[in-house]
Structure formats: structure tokens, C-alpha cells
């Protein structure tokens, strides 16, 4: 079979990789299409080539069911990249992402994938592969795990920085619970594709000299909600200076270090932070019940390559293209 490897220096190759072994316990899934994730960049503009590729938004169909009850051959499936051990007191309530033990799939970005059965999730018969990356991975499992932690925010502004898949996503969950998006970026492509997605507001960071001033006055005042996703620390600063009294900022873009001050920007602004890593396994019903109520997730795709153009789709992705790149092995 043939696979992806990350050289670094923005290089990519096809090569070909070992079958995945049909172990107990283990699916191995053809894959059908795989998301191109900004947690991959780093690796990919890094310096040392990898042994193969950190993709982890999967869907495909089983081939080999490793002996599971669950899962026959044939089935169609997604995968959790988040792998909880199963076991502890956290995976036993769906919430891998709070297991002590857990690690991160990776190597997804390949014609087949040996992964552990517990980590899997069916997808209904009329959802398309790449509608299956978006549910069952980050496009929309990061934004509705984010829905859930900021609670109601409908007619309430929300203030979205970046405008990568991450930050859409975000746009695209809040605009269907009812908020007033207003996205922040310097990608005018990224920013088109987030008023496609229902962004009531776009500002262009190259256009304006007081970002804090424009968003108040698009918003009439200083956002109740903030959700920060570009992964740069000067955007969560700004959004802990910008949100209200009372107000939430939720950081889900991965970043360094930054200094906050407990008394000045919590305490006296009655303000709460918090980060969400990924969602919940148990989410997964509740996100499709959301599709059934009209959520179109699939709104979020970008473009789609070959398996192939992988070196052209992980250069798109540097180069700012708008939404989420999809490989089909």
C-alpha cells in the first residue's frame, strides 16, 4: 500500500508502507478519506523527516474486524483520534480525552490503518466519507465540544479568532445554535469562506489599525463570548482584554506560554477562561442528532485530492487555503 511521509522542509512523499497486521482487538480500515489538520504543520515546516504522518481525521470502511462484535466487514466507520485506554473510569463514560493514559492516532494519511476497535465510530449509511472526517475528527468534534462548554449563546456575539478549519468549524456551529459571529484573520480567502459559513461579521487584520475598536463597534460592544483559534498568543491576549465583564474566552488553537494575570484579567472581570481539547466519544450521538436538525458539516470542505497530491494538498494548507483539505486514498 502506499502512505504519506512528512521529510520536513515542507516536502512530502509516497511511499510504500507495511500492510497494517489484522490483530485482535484491532480494525483495519481501508481508508476512504482523510482531513489535513493544522496540528500537522509543524512537522511538516519543521526540519526532520518523520517516519510516516501525523493525519488522524479518518473514515473508511473495515476489511479486517479483528474479531469484533461491533464492527462486521463492510462497515463504514470513523475514528476517535483521541485513544483513551478503554479501561479507567473516564473511556467507560466516553470521555477519552480525560484519560490518564491516553495518545494520539496518527499515520492516517494512507491507503489502509490498523486502529483499536473501542476508538471507532459507526457512520449512517447516508454520510458521505468526507462528511465522516468532519464528524468523527476535529472539523466539527472540536466545535461542538466548544458549543457545549460555552452553553447558550444564542443572539449573544461571539468573537472568533482565525479563520483555519478550527476557527470555521466554530463559525459554522455558532451561527446554527443563533449567535452573531464576528471573525478576525488576515486571510481574506479564509474570511470569505467564513461569511459563506453564516459569519454575520468578517475583519481583515491587514485593513485595520485598532482591532479592539472595530469589533466593538461591529458588535456594539464588548463579545460576551470569544473563542480563540489561531494558535497565536497575541489573539488570546487580545481576546482576555476585549471580552466583557462576566464573559467566557475558550482557547482551543494550540500555542505557547502566555502570561496572565489572575487579578486583572479574571478575577476583576468576573472573567472565565478555559481550553477544550477535542470532543467527547460520547459526543458522537448528539452531534448527529444535530445533523438530523439540518447541520451541514460537509459545508466546511475546501477542496479534495488524491492520495497522490498530497505534496499539493499540505502546501495548499500552508498557504492559507480556505477550509478543510481532504485526502481520498
Known sequence: MIAVRVMGNRQIEIVEAQEPNPNPGRLAIDVKASGICGSEMPAYRGTQPRPSNNGHEIAGVVVHNGGSVRFQ????????????????????????????????????????????????????????????????????????RVSQRLGET???????????????????????????????????????FARRLGAEATLNLNEIDRPDEAVIETAGGLPRYCIEASGKPQALRFLLDIARKGGTVMAVGEQGELPVSPSRDLIHKDLTLMGSLYYHFSDYPDMLAMRQMGLRAERLIGRRYPLQEAAAAFQAFDEGAPGKLILNP
Not at 483499536?116 to 468532519?134: A, I, K, Q, T
Request: with cysteine; aromatic share 6%.
Open 73 to 144: 466487514v463492510g462497515a463504514r466507520v470513523g475514528v476517535h483520534a483521541v485513544w483513551g485506554c478503554g479501561e479507567c473510569a473516564e473511556c467507560e463514560q466516553g470521555r477519552y480525552t480525560r484519560c490518564p493514559r491516553l495518545r494520539h492516532s496518527g499515520g492516517g494519511h494512507s491507503e489502509r490503518v490498523s486502529v483499536p476497535e473501542h476508538v471507532c465510530l459507526p457512520m449512517p449509511d447516508d454520510m458521505s466519507f468526507e462528511e465522516g472526517v468532519l464528524y468523527t475528527g476535529d472539523g466539527l468534534g472540536v466545535p461542538y
Open 154 to 192: 444564542r443572539g449573544e456575539w461571539v468573537c472568533v479568532t482565525g479563520a483555519g478549519p478550527i476557527g470555521l468549524g466554530n463559525t459554522l456551529v455558532q451561527t446554527f445554535l443563533g449567535a452573531r459571529v464576528v471573525v478576525l484573520d488576515m486571510n481574506p480567502r479564509r474570511l470569505e
